[in-house]
């Protein structure tokens, strides 16, 4: 019986103890490549979201979802009644300050103008008559001063004509100008109930009903580009001061799964989003795949460098940061150079012929 226990204290002493041996590794020379994880989405070059510029009611979906548009193409059209109606107003108000429509009041000023000149011109002979009589001592001094007054008021008439003609042709050419611009202004108000886009690309969405509200606030559709796509990446702030524009970038999409793409970046956005603390940072595609949407989610690594013979070790059995466990037991310091999520490089500290232990978790 005694011999039993003791049979059974030595199995589980045994199995303990292989419990407990910890996994061992050597260092191995590979390649390593160091990058920064971002996540994103895709968006269409160009894409933009569309808004309008007054409030009113759906009345007319010009452009569908999949529809290819024209920079200027209507693609929502309001109800615009009033606006109309402004326009007409202002239609017949530009008519009736027109000049052709004040011709009449014009050409009424240039008869007054004729008469005036006709008078003057008789006056101013009647005057150098009564000149020539007064020389030869015929007729009075009265006679003379009526005449010279006559010819004086006549002068100042015939001016007063021409002013008055001036004074409307002034008046009528600024409210001729005023009503054009207060038409052009209606007219363009009236446009603005017809929503346009701004670019040639495609209808990707929609997002107002006939009979709806708009307002200023809120999109009403999403347009962009029809064939090229980029990437809208966020990162991290403290790994934005290692990305730079070029750099590789791996890309995978749950939409393409196992299947691995590549791109570069091309854009850092330098204002960081506080709330997430995180930088948004714009990439392309070498080769885009064949069929890409708005919005659909990727994950990245941006490649910062890339060693292609490193002493690497798992990521796994550092210790501390720069220790690691000898075989022996013997904590040991070494210094890292690159990092991925698996391995990381070793500068100094270890050989290749060294043997290292996975610490407890």
Not at 111 to 123: F, Q, T
């Amino acid at each position: 019986m005694i011999k039993g226990y003791v049979l059974l204290g030595i199995f589980l002493l045994s199995f303990f103890s292989c419990k407990t041996k910890l996994e061992k590794t050597k260092p191995v020379e590979e390649k390593i490549t160091e990058s920064v994880y971002a996540s994103g989405v895709l968006k269409s070059k160009n894409q933009y979201e569309v808004f309008s510029t007054v409030t009113g009611l759906v009345a007319e979906i010009v452009a569908h979802e999949g529809d290819t548009v024209k920079k200027g193409d209507a693609v929502i059209r309001l109800t615009n009644t009033t606006a109309k109606l402004n326009t007409a107003n202002a239609t017949i108000a530009a008519s009736y300050a027109s000049t052709a429509a004040n011709s009449e009041k014009l050409n009424e000023l240039r008869i007054n103008i004729d008469l005036a000149k006709v008078k003057l011109d008789n006056d101013a002979l009647l005057l150098q008559r009564q000149k020539n009589l007064w020389a030869q001592q015929i007729g009075t001094k009265n006679e003379l001063e009526q005449r010279d007054l006559a010819y004086k008021s006549s002068v100042n008439a015939w001016q007063a004509s021409q002013l008055r003609y001036t004074e409307l042709q002034k008046q009528i050419s600024f409210q001729e100008k005023q009503s054009q611009n207060n038409l052009q202004v209606s007219k363009t108000n009236t446009a603005d109930y017809t929503i346009k886009s701004e670019t040639d690309g495609i209808v990707y969405s929609i997002l107002k009903e006939p009979g709806e509200m708009v307002n200023t606030q809120t999109a009403v559709a999403l347009i962009g580009d029809a064939a090229i796509f980029i990437l809208e990446l966020q990162v991290d702030e403290y790994d934005i001061a290692r990305i730079k524009p070029g750099q590789k970038v791996v890309i995978t999409m749950d939409s393409y799964k196992d299947q691995v793409f590549e791109g570069v970046v091309t854009k850092i956005d330098p204002s960081m989003n506080e709330r997430s603390k995180s930088f948004t940072i714009e990439a392309s595609f070498i080769k885009q795949p064949a069929a890409l949407y708005p919005k659909l989610t990727c994950e990245s690594n941006i490649v910062i460098q890339t060693k292609e013979k490193a002493l690497t070790i798992p990521a796994s059995y550092l210790m501390n940061g720069d220790f690691v466990l000898m075989e022996n037991k013997e904590k040991r310091k070494v210094i890292t150079g690159l990092k991925d999520y698996q391995k990381v490089e070793i500068l100094s500290g270890l050989t290749i012929n060294d043997f290292i232990l996975k610490p407890e978790q």
